[in-house]
């Protein structure tokens, strides 16, 4: 028996010490204390994504934060580079892909508050960290209070506060927080200078936030520190394994740190910061900007983030006492060109990661051309819970079990932790982590000393599996009952004329809810329900689209229950739809635009709606076709035939492989530059006309082995990478023209046996022929298209 003692009283969070907030007279004032945010007088659980809108076509942007909107983000991130908007000194450039306002603009129309991350050094794997060429060469010491640095910086934050005149919280804006800087670990004196220079050139926010790992130093109550946290890193050296400081983050704990974040940029690395603990930080609430959506590739190492590292990352910061989910990269994006150079981090620019020209996929949640993920469904099922329970999780704290792991390297105990409020709660348990697989564990039962009962859960022992992620409920309200326990985690509440709770099965695990039997009157549904003590105990349980439980309170009110298989409740999104609260189930992605469902792709032939609607609610009505359990039933028009097929010519056999270049400074392999490209492999693809259809989107899908490859169009670079095991996908909707005209060039390079870099141990290459390797196998065209219903 797994046991905890949750403390019958918190401390409450000291109030009023930060300098940070709206004024109190406005009716929605955002309002922050030492645990949580508040807004218009409720706790707030923003989860925020990065989605860097200069790196993205314009013309895409709706589209694109419709997607994020449907996968639960609440708040959108963005740099604002400045090698992008002043790459010239004085020559500002603010148009087309580049503008700030028509972007922040467009976030408000679709409901997305915005931070905006004015650095002025950002990095985010940008040409000197964002800074434009000419400042590195203006005579000033960049970072500090340089009187010379701050005349540079002072016209950039005139032209920033320009684009965001009437769009702050003060004239009823979308943006709710200003992050100053990036990894700016001794100057706390400067970002102070920062936060007077933003607000005299009218950027301003209720919330003002800095990074804080590396144990950063930061200006007492002005900012909240920001924290984040990796599967994995792509700035770690290419050693043959998982990276240490990534085990931490699948442990629960009340730690937020993880110095290893910017340790490559920082002097003295890991350890670059201030010394100490984290007791400071119990002045500001546990928030987070950069837990990792993915990572990026860089040439020496190359990563494959799968989507369970992700989201079982994710939870772990949620039961460990995170009020603030952000995470980077939430959308995927295309590194620009410059006129004076490319835009890139590299070894050429002094830094000690080699990264592609173009491509900052970061096998992100939603990819660089706006490919649906994995890690997309898996987050938005957090994200459904989040928007229900989230304002009672913020108030929530941290209880440990006594005997919690304490190493990290720790592969056998089981990792498990409380969050309560004292009278109710979640119970949090993470059996996964990456590269390692972690042994099940038999007989488990956890036993919850909670407003002094004891709750057991489950009954009967189980078996976690290998993988396990989830959150139950402890004492939890269903309706005017009290459920106690239940071994499935909350997904949403549906307002369906009455509530419905919505879960999911958890694990594979036996579904189990125990309700107080002083508060529930009678359960009535496709299950075994029994009394035992003081309890009403359901089982029995068959979750899918028909699992639907009608709970009948003590006192005449009723509620329902729909418990969903896992499967199912990973296609899940909510929203308002056809003039109700909706639950939607679709192999498709789906997104929710006004009175339009718009489904992605071609998976599945129906979507599943809760509740149904009516025959005579006009068109909405009319597309209903049948009933699964509870779920009307959408049918879908058939798939297209297939796309047309590709024509690969092979025009040129590669050279000898290029020769490991070690970069002096890092100590690390150093990417091909375009000479070594003429020694590629040459290859002439022809797109048909027809592969376009409308406006929809096309991936070219490369299957393909070797070391580096760039796609070409009229002798432009337009897409790269550095070949890491999954297929290479290039959106063409964006290039419709000139691919038609002109064919796809591709150059790939081979890979050699001994290449000093790092492939993740499921992708690596079974053979070098020759001591090398490079293979195209396939090139193929996937349709993205959209099915618009209402």
């Not at 004329?497 to 009678?522: I, K, M, N, S, Y």
Request: with cysteine.
């Amino acid at each position: 028996m797994q046991r905890i003692t949750v403390p019958p009283e918190t401390t409450p969070p000291v109030e009023g010490h930060l300098r940070l907030g709206d004024p109190p007279h406005r009716p929605d004032a955002i309002t922050v204390n030492s645990r949580h945010l508040s807004r218009a007088g409720r706790p707030w659980f923003p989860i925020m994504g990065e989605f860097h809108y200069a790196r993205y076509p314009a013309a895409e942007w709706r589209e694109e934060l419709l997607k994020v909107r449907a996968g639960g983000i609440t708040v959108v991130a963005a740099y604002v580079f400045w090698n992008l908007h002043e790459e010239r000194r004085g020559v500002f450039d603010w148009s087309g892909d580049r503008d700030l306002r028509r972007f922040v603009t467009t976030c408000a129309e679709l409901g997305l508050d915005v931070v905006v991350r004015i650095g002025p050094w950002a990095h985010g794997e940008s040409r000197n960290g964002g800074f434009p060429d000419w400042l590195l060469d203006g005579g000033c010491v960049p970072r500090t209070d340089d009187p010379r640095y701050l005349a540079l910086v002072r016209p950039f934050f005139a032209q920033i506060g320009a684009r965001l005149r009437g769009l702050t919280r003060e004239h009823g804006g979308p943006v709710v927080a200003v992050q100053l800087e990036n990894e700016l670990h001794d100057q706390p004196g400067h970002l102070l200078t920062l936060k007077e220079l933003a607000r005299r050139a009218g950027i301003d926010a209720p919330l003002w936030t800095a990074t804080g790992w590396g144990h950063a130093q930061l200006p007492p109550d002005e900012v909240i520190p920001l924290f984040g946290g990796y599967p994995e890193a792509a700035w770690d050296t290419a050693h043959d394994g998982w990276p240490a400081q990534s085990r931490a983050h699948y442990f629960f704990g009340p730690g937020r740190d993880d110095d290893s974040i910017g340790a490559d940029l920082r002097p003295g690395g890991a350890s670059g910061g201030a010394s100490g603990g984290e007791s400071h930080l119990a002045r500001y609430p546990f928030a987070t900007c950069e837990l990792g959506g993915g990572m990026y590739t860089a040439y020496h190492r190359r990563p494959v983030v799968p989507a369970a590292d992700v989201a079982a990352l994710a939870l772990v910061k949620l039961g460990s006492g995170s009020v603030w989910q952000g995470y980077y990269m939430y959308h995927g994006a295309s590194q620009k060109i410059g006129e004076l150079s490319t835009l890139q981090e590299s070894h050429a620019t002094g830094y000690p990661n080699d990264c592609p020209v173009i491509t900052y996929d970061f096998q992100a949640p939603l990819g660089e051309y706006g490919q649906f993920r994995d890690s997309y469904r898996h987050l938005r099922l957090q994200h459904l819970w989040l928007a229900c329970d989230g304002p009672d999780l913020a108030t929530m704290t941290l209880t440990m079990p006594p005997d919690a792991p304490a190493d990290p390297a720790d592969r056998t105990a089981l990792r498990w932790a409380v969050r309560s409020d004292g009278r109710s709660g979640f119970l949090f348990v993470n059996h996964h982590q990456p590269v390692e697989t972690l042994p099940g564990h038999d007989g488990v039962r956890f036993a919850v000393e909670l407003d002094g009962r004891t709750l057991v859960v489950p009954r009967e022992p189980v078996t976690v599996p290998a993988g396990a992620c989830f959150a139950w409920p402890l004492a939890r309200r269903v309706g005017d009952g009290l459920l106690l326990t239940a071994t499935a985690q909350p997904v949403c509440v549906i307002d369906a004329g009455e509530p419905v709770h919505v879960f999911t099965q958890t694990a594979g695990l036996p579904v189990e809810l125990v309700f107080d039997a002083a508060t529930v009157a009678g359960v009535e549904g496709p299950a075994t329900v029994t009394t035992s003590g003081g309890d009403v105990v359901v089982r029995g349980l068959r979750p899918g689209p028909g699992c639907f439980l009608r709970v009948t309170a003590a006192g005449g009110g009723t509620a329902g229950v729909l418990v969903l298989d896992h499967d199912s409740a990973l296609t899940a999104t909510r929203g308002r739809l056809w003039g109700a609260d909706r639950l939607i189930l679709s192999g498709r992605p789906a997104v929710i635009d006004g009175d339009h469902l718009v489904l992605y792709g071609n998976d599945g032939d129906r979507v599943l709606i809760f509740p149904p609607p009516e025959p005579a609610a006009g068109p909405a009505g009319g597309f209903v076709s049948g009933t699964d359990g509870v779920f009307g039933v959408l049918p879908l028009p058939p798939q297209a035939d297939g796309p047309p097929a590709v024509v690969v010519e092979a025009v040129k056999e590669a050279g000898p492989a290029r020769p490991p270049v070690i970069d002096p400074a890092s100590g690390r392999a150093s990417a091909p530059v375009d000479a070594d490209f003429d020694a590629a492999a040459v290859y002439h693809l022809t797109i048909p006309e027809d592969a376009f259809t409308g406006d929809d989107e096309v991936l070219l899908r490369l299957d393909w082995t070797g070391d580096a490859g760039r796609a070409y169009l009229g002798g432009r670079l337009v897409a790269d990478q550095f070949w890491h095991g999954p297929p290479w996908e290039i959106g063409l909707r964006r290039f419709r023209d000139e691919v038609l005209e002109h064919g796809l060039e591709l150059r790939l390079l081979p890979l050699r046996e001994d290449a000093p870099v790092y492939l993740s141990p499921g992708f690596r290459p079974p053979a070098y022929p020759d001591g090398t390797v490079l293979e195209l196998r396939s090139a193929a065209l996937v349709p993205m298209p959209r099915t618009v219903l209402g």
